[in-house]
């Protein structure tokens, strides 16, 4: 892998991140299907860019038996 291709990447994530943030935004909590249906991205860039946003501390995530659900922590 070329060092571009990892630039490239790495700002593909990045995009998608500011994606799945804007979603959220506008829909709340959602469980990790609904975010797949409403962000157009291939499904290991999406969760690359949701642990961008975790790792930011801008998501909070709530398990339950069936599946996980994704929203925005209050004021980020």
Same mark, same amino acid.
């Given at each position: 892998?070329?060092?571009?291709?990892?630039?490239?990447?790495?700002?593909?994530?990045?995009?998608?991140?500011? *994606?799945?943030?804007?979603?959220?935004?506008?829909?709340? +909590?959602?469980? =990790? /299907?609904?975010? @797949?249906?409403?962000?157009?991205?291939?499904?290991?860039? *999406?969760?690359?860019?949701?642990?961008?946003?975790?790792? +930011?501390?801008? =998501? /909070?995530?709530? @398990?339950?038996?069936?599946?996980?659900?994704?929203?925005? *922590?209050?004021?980020?």
């Amino acid at each position: 892998m070329t060092t571009d291709t990892i630039e490239n990447l790495v700002e593909k994530i990045g995009e998608t991140a500011g *994606l799945v943030w804007r979603y959220l935004n506008e829909n709340g +909590e959602v469980n =990790l /299907t609904q975010l @797949k249906k409403g962000v157009e991205a291939p499904n290991d860039v *999406l969760h690359q860019a949701i642990g961008w946003l975790a790792r +930011e501390g801008k =998501l /909070t995530y709530e @398990k339950d038996n069936r599946s996980v659900r994704v929203a925005l *922590l209050a004021g980020k």
